[in-house]
Structures are given as structure tokens and as C-alpha cells.
């Protein structure tokens, strides 16, 4: 696959914690509102420029994409990001819970997302795209990484290795305890000549971002005469990762109604499909297995597994099984992208949430999931499927703010 330094623009080292932000879509208007309110340098204001405008603002209207290019220029004019002078390329390492990932920053191809080399595993809705596609044109810039993985590549990691013995960017903690350190690499060709025998890579975050990028992409190669497919905005913002260091967490589910049916007659119904017993943790022990909060107990179902066809990577996949025994036939719910009762909660805090949202009868029902593996992405990525929607929270998550690539 193709990888392109570039030359980013990024905060001066003393103003990067004060920068950084969450990605815009884990945080909601209101908590984006609270983190930025007392923080002009955040990134929340290109990001999530709405929190700037009236409350009851069209979050799609354009004076919002205008106010994020007015915030993204402000930073800049008042010396927070500085572009580097040269192409580069950029290590990125998280560290959380003693786990570590190392990631390399640059520029992917639009031309490999729609070649299938870049693959996807979830689909995308049309009203994110619009809204991604017009913040980049808005800003002239990729504003947010994609989070990739690929396979494990021996040569990489030497030359990561190599580069991370040098003097820092940026080594600091955010307030969720993750360490993010950024080392620069001047001399980016042995990287770029070791992506080139990369085969593929996978979307782990970012299916909107990419699509989006994509159709920036084609929107000013068609006004572009001269277009060679070779354009800064044929490239968009990447952060790759060997797929073995990535953590998939899992992405639980609430449930606000039992679809007319008593708690007694939902167990027993569920109880049909495998067997159903107290348990005695929050969390499933296996694929296959799902727990259940309901009248402030949780229960245990272990389907058969005879029953779950293994050979079709999708079809096995929990998220899928729970929607085809559990949420359709028993709670009515056959589109979990609209339907209003279903909700999700992801991340490490989200057993916590999950109880305190059905004592509080905000949820009739949680379920508790087995994380999505990354074989398993693999597998339906690489067999052109498309997993349902919510199947997999990655963390730690990329921080928005420490790179910006200028597509002009």
C-alpha cells in the first residue's frame, strides 16, 4: 500500500495538552460544549464548532463549518499550530494499562480506500458523510486521523524501534491516564519503501472519515484540470497500527422496553435458546455467550454452539447472533441503526453504566458483550462483509489536534 509524509500541522510542544481533544464523535454536543467552554486552544472548537454557535443550531447549517475554519485559523494565526517546513512522517505510541501501540502518521491513498487495499468492515450513512466531506473543504485540511491496522511487518517495527530511541515532540498524560508520546521522522523512504510491501490494511476507526475523504477527494479532482491523482488531497490523514497491538473493548447494548412482554416471559424465552443461568460476573467468559441485566440480575446465556455457523465470518460474530436470536424475534428490533430502544455503551467504565441506567429505569434491559476479536475483523473485512452496526470500540482512542494534514 501507499504511504505519503506530509507536512503536518501540529501545536508548539507547550500547548499540545492544552490542544488535544477526544475525536468528534465520542463525545456529545454537551460534553464537548463543557471541555471546550473554558479552553479556547481545544480542538473541540474545529471539530465540534457547533458548541461555538447557538445550541439550537442546525449542527449541519454552514455557519458551522465556517466557524471551524475561523477556529482552525485562529490557532494558527495566534501561533498554536505551525506547519512543518518539510514532508515527514510521525510515531505515534499510546500507552494505557501497560499496553502500548505504536502507530505510523501519514498520508494514505483515496485511490487504495476505493481499490479495496484500505478495507471496511461497517457501512456508512450518507448524512456523515455530507458532514465530514464538508468540514474538510470547509478547512482545506483532514482535521482527524483514521485509525488503520495492518499486518504485522517485522521490518516496521525495527525502524519504529530505531526512531523512538530520539528526543520526543510531544510526552505527556491525558486525564484517562493514556501516555501519548510523538517522535518525527525526517527520513521517511525506508518506511515508505517496507508500506509498499504492506498488502492491505484494515479501517479499525474512521469508515466515515475515510468515505469522506474520499469524496473530498473527487470533489476538487473534478474541478481540477491538471488533476494527476498525485494532489495533497488525494491523501488523507492515517494512523497505522500492527493489528496485534489494537484493544478491542466491548460495545454493550440497553435496551429500553421488552416489547410488551413481562421480565419472566422475556427469561424464558431466552432460556430456549441455549442455556440461561445466574451469573456470577458482569461479563461473558467466551464468544457465544452473552450476560444480561434485568430486574437488578445478571443472567448468563451460552448458546449452543453447534447451532452457530462458523464458516461465515459475519454470521458468527456475537453482535450478529444477538441480533438474530435476541433483538429481532424476541424484542422486535430489526434495524438497531434507527430503532430508538436500542442504545450502545462502550469502553471499560460501560458495566457501571449499564446497571446504573436500568436501576434508574432509563433501560428496561442491558446486555453485556464479548468483545469483537481483531481476527474477526479481519475475516468479515477480508470476505467483503460488513459487520452490524457497533460492533467494535477500540481504546485507547486517538487524540484529535496533534496532527492536521493541509490538503492545498
Given at each position: ?22 475525536p ?11 471541555l471546550?467552554?473554558?479552553n479556547?486552544?481545544?480542538?473541540l472548537?474545529?471539530?465540534r464548532?457547533?458548541?461555538?454557535l ?13 466557524r471551524?475554519?475561523?477556529?482552525l ?24 494499562e ?29 448524512d456523515k458523510?455530507?458532514d465530514?466531506t464538508?468540514h ?26 530505531t ?8 510526552d ?9 508520546t510523538?517522535?518525527?521522522?525526517p527520513h521517511?523512504?525506508?518506511y ?34 491538471r ?97 438474530e436470536?435476541?433483538?429481532g ?9 434507527t ?26 434491559l442491558?446486555?453485556s458483550?464479548f ?22 470500540w477500540?481504546?485507547?482512542k ?8 493541509p490538503?492545498?
Amino acid at each position: 500500500m501507499r504511504l505519503h509524509p506530509f507536512a503536518a500541522m501540529r501545536p508548539v510542544p507547550e500547548l499540545a495538552p492544552a490542544v488535544v481533544s477526544p475525536p468528534y464523535d465520542v463525545v456529545t454536543r454537551e460534553q464537548a460544549a463543557r471541555l471546550g467552554r473554558d479552553n479556547p486552544l481545544s480542538f473541540l472548537h474545529v471539530v465540534r464548532s457547533d458548541i461555538d454557535l447557538a445550541p439550537d443550531l442546525d449542527p449541519h447549517d454552514p455557519r458551522v463549518y465556517d466557524r471551524a475554519r475561523q477556529s482552525l485559523d485562529r490557532l494558527v494565526a495566534d501561533g498554536v499550530l505551525v506547519r512543518d517546513e518539510d514532508p515527514s512522517l510521525y510515531l505515534y505510541r499510546m500507552v494505557a494499562e501497560g499496553r502500548s501501540q505504536v502507530g505510523v502518521v501519514g498520508g494514505v491513498h483515496v485511490g487504495d480506500y476505493a481499490g479495496g487495499v484500505i478495507r471496511r468492515h461497517e457501512s456508512t450513512r450518507p448524512d456523515k458523510e455530507d458532514d465530514r466531506t464538508r468540514h474538510i473543504l470547509a478547512l482545506d485540511a483532514h482535521a482527524e486521523p483514521v485509525l488503520l491496522a495492518y499486518p504485522e511487518q517485522r521490518e516496521l517495527e525495527q525502524l519504529a524501534g530505531t526512531a523512538m530511541g530520539r528526543l520526543p515532540l510531544y510526552d505527556f498524560a491525558t486525564d484517562d491516564q493514556v501516555r501519548h508520546t510523538v517522535w518525527r521522522v525526517p527520513h521517511p523512504r525506508p518506511y515508505v519503501e517496507a508500506f509498499a510491501d504492506v498488502p492491505c490494511a484494515y479501517i479499525a476507526d474512521g469508515h466515515h472519515r475515510s468515505a469522506s475523504a474520499w469524496r473530498a477527494a473527487r470533489e476538487r479532482g473534478a474541478v481540477n484540470a491538471r488533476h494527476s491523482g498525485d494532489e495533497e488531497y488525494n491523501w488523507f490523514l492515517a494512523v497505522l497500527v500492527p493489528a496485534r497491538q489494537l484493544r478491542i473493548l466491548p460495545y454493550n447494548r440497553l435496551i429500553t422496553g421488552l416489547g410488551g412482554q413481562e421480565p419472566g416471559r422475556l427469561l424464558s424465552r431466552l432460556a430456549s435458546l441455549g442455556r440461561l443461568t445466574p451469573a456470577s460476573s458482569p461479563t461473558p467468559p467466551r464468544p457465544g455467550s452473552f450476560c444480561l441485566y434485568l430486574g437488578r440480575r445478571w443472567h448468563r446465556l451460552e448458546l449452543d454452539e453447534s447451532s452457530i455457523d462458523r464458516a461465515d465470518p459475519r454470521r458468527a460474530l456475537d453482535v450478529a447472533l444477538l441480533q438474530e436470536r435476541v433483538l429481532g424475534p424476541l424484542l422486535g428490533i430489526d434495524d438497531q441503526r434507527t430503532d430508538k430502544r436500542i442504545d450502545f455503551v462502550g469502553g471499560k467504565e460501560s458495566i457501571a453504566e449499564l446497571e446504573a441506567r436500568v436501576d434508574a429505569g432509563a433501560a428496561a434491559l442491558a446486555i453485556s458483550m464479548f468483545p469483537t476479536s481483531m481476527a474477526e475483523l479481519i475475516a468479515v473485512s477480508d470476505a467483503g462483509q460488513m459487520m452490524p452496526p457497533k460492533s467494535t470500540w477500540f481504546e485507547p482512542k486517538l487524540l484529535s489536534g496533534l496532527f492536521v494534514h493541509p490538503i492545498v
